[in-house]
């Protein structure tokens, strides 16, 4: 991608009032804008107190100028910060009058590119400002700053330097055909091979852990009416989120909630009852529970462990192939003395045992559902040490450790070493995409545009 020669500029904080507002610019234009703007171009890397003015010399409001001088900014180029009141019209104010010094308003993530592009970050921390910005809890706040020192791109750089040692030692080998001793066969390429594509596939798994801790899941609970869903989902919640009665399809829509369940943000859909019913509203909420089903990482099936029928009757809920779902006794602090022990006798299948009510049982649930969606074990410790991962990161480790298995089979099953050599080249190029030094410019310009515009 060309290196830019423009000016840009947006407004970096919030839409809406408040105390502070941050006007951002970055390119070659910046000391000319601040010498017509501020007066005169502000010291590097000292607050300045100044008046921002207009063409007519009128101060447009007095706030804080910071000057950044390349190299040493956040996008590699010169950069002014112009603080501010953060009042809607002032900040406009202010941007327009950047644009019309020259300035061109910024795309989504631009400042962010800019920085990618001047070498100041790769992608894989671009991508982590984004995340931490969106983080909905600590575990995946802490996770994107691990992400944005470097943690996932130095394994994914150790990885690249092993496949490049592996590639100079295969194709120095295949350089002598006429050798007496097959040297590829004789050496340890083989497990040399195997001991990378094990540091990769560990890789793999903790990036996955961290695309979990970025997006989360989305957990649907269904049921019949009256078996306690919207209970459970404000027992989970902590909060009272949805409406509770005795009376049977209280809910009517689908309700929901972000919850942080032991640092992993979780989409809980509370659904309605799901039954046959002549109320054209309730078959409407019906409706919209069996289509919350179709987005549905996994599903609480819950059921009233007070009722009988209910007991001894199938799921009743046709689930999406491949679904997975928990199968869940609810109220079981309506039961008599030694019913629960009867019940879970005479379950069939594997089902948890919960009162929302009371909460009994409801931390069992929550290490079922991290236990379930691939979350480590543990309240939260083990994933103090994880990076913020996307699936783009997680395709690309996917298709590096492909040509490493196809590699491997190569030299196993016909000792061809130039096919060996290109599946090496195949999987670094892909480790290359993540960490951005592969990738087409296309695919670059839409990673970027989903991050915000003023950064």
Partial sequence: MPQPTDTICAIATPPGVGGLGIVRLSGPRVTDIARQLVGRLPPPRQAMLADFRDADGEVIDTGIALYFVAPHSFTGEDVLELQGHGGTFILQRL?????????????????????FLNDKMDLVQ??????????????????????????????????????????????????????????????????????????????????????????????????????????????????DSAIVTEIPGTTRDVLRELIDLDGIPVHVADTAGIRETDDLIEAEGVRRARQALESADLVLLLEDASDPL?????????????????????????????????????????????????GAGLEGLRQRIRET????????????????????????????????????????????????????????????????????DDLLGAIFSSFCIGK
């Fill in 95 to 115: 941007l327009e009058r950047a644009l019309e010094l020259g300035a061109r308003p910024a795309r989504p993530g631009e400042f962010s590119e800019r920085a």
């Fill in 310 to 358: 209910q007991m001894t009757a199938g799921p009743g809920v046709d689930l999406p192939p491949g679904l997975k779902c928990l199968r869940v006794g609810n109220k079981i602090d309506l039961l008599p003395a030694g019913g629960l022990e009867q019940l879970v006798g005479a379950a069939n299948g594997d089902r948890l045992w919960i009162s929302a009510k009371t």
């Fill in 126 to 239: 671009a991508e982590a400002i984004a995340d931490l910005i969106e983080s909905g809890t600590e575990a995946a706040a802490r996770a994107a700053q691990r992400s944005l020192q470097g943690v996932f791109s130095r394994r994914v750089k150790e990885l690249q330097e092993e496949l490049t040692a592996l590639r100079v030692f295969v194709e120095a080998a295949i350089d002598f055909p006429d050798e007496e001793i097959d040297f590829l066969a004789e050496s340890d390429v083989v497990d040399r091979l195997g001991a990378t594509r094990d540091r990769l596939s560990a890789l793999l798994r903790q990036a996955r852990q961290g695309r979990l801790l970025r997006d989360g899941i989305v957990l649907a609970i269904v049921g019949p009416p009256n078996a306690g869903k919207s209970s459970l989902l404000n027992a989970l919640s902590g909060q």
């Fill in 373 to 440: 969606v691939g979350a480590p074990g543990g309240v939260d410790g083990r994933l103090a040490g994880s990076f913020s991962a996307r699936q783009r990161h997680i395709d690309a480790l996917r298709r590096a450790d492909g040509h490493l298995e196809a590699g491997r089979r190569v030299m196993m099953e016909r000792q061809a070493g130039e096919l060996l050599a290109e599946e090496l080249r195949l999987a670094q190029q892909a480790l290359g995409e993540l960490t951005g030094e592969l990738l087409p």
